[in-house]
């Protein structure tokens, strides 16, 4: 009887750490998610044409883009009127329901919709998430345009 409960309490025992080590190596899944950068995260690239500017995203796998928290303008003055392509309507926690972007976006700017005296400074603001629940600040990039 007495080999019967130490058998029993072995069995138990062993089956509480193989527990406990596939738990801890649950959480050591968790911290080994990264969040990237956000310019790894939304590659960010200007272009500019003699009758165009070409605004370029590379969207991370995993991580998207809010159409109405995009825009382009020159520093001090309103914003462009942008020419989206077709996005992925979804309902966001914090936003509500939301058009987003991922993989890539590309758009364009009429050059007759920015100043072509000289060199020009495009502002381009955005703001996207990664599916894992993060959340990047607005980004604001200022692009010397040639």
Not at 23 to 39: E, F, H, M, S, W
Not at 56 to 81: C, D, M, N, T
Not at 93 to 108: A, K, M, P, R, T
Request: charged fraction near 20%.
């Amino acid at each position: 009887m007495l080999f019967r409960k130490r058998l029993i309490s072995v069995i138990l025992l062993a089956g509480c750490t193989l527990s406990l080590g596939a738990a801890v190596q649950g959480l050591n899944g968790l911290t080994k998610t990264r969040i990237l950068p956000v310019d790894e995260a939304f590659g960010l690239q200007v272009l500019a044409y003699v009758d165009e500017v070409k605004i370029q995203w590379r969207i991370a796998p995993g991580y998207y883009l809010y159409k109405e928290r995009i825009s382009v303008s020159e520093p001090g003055s309103e914003a462009v009127q942008l020419d989206f392509p077709a996005g992925i309507e979804t309902f966001d926690e914090y936003f509500g329901d939301v058009i987003v972007f991922e993989d890539h976006l590309n758009i364009s700017v009429p050059n007759g919709s920015v100043s072509n005296q000289g060199e020009t400074v495009l502002e381009v603001r955005y703001q996207g998430c990664a599916k894992l629940g993060y959340c990047y600040p607005p980004q604001t990039r200022m692009i010397d345009l040639p």
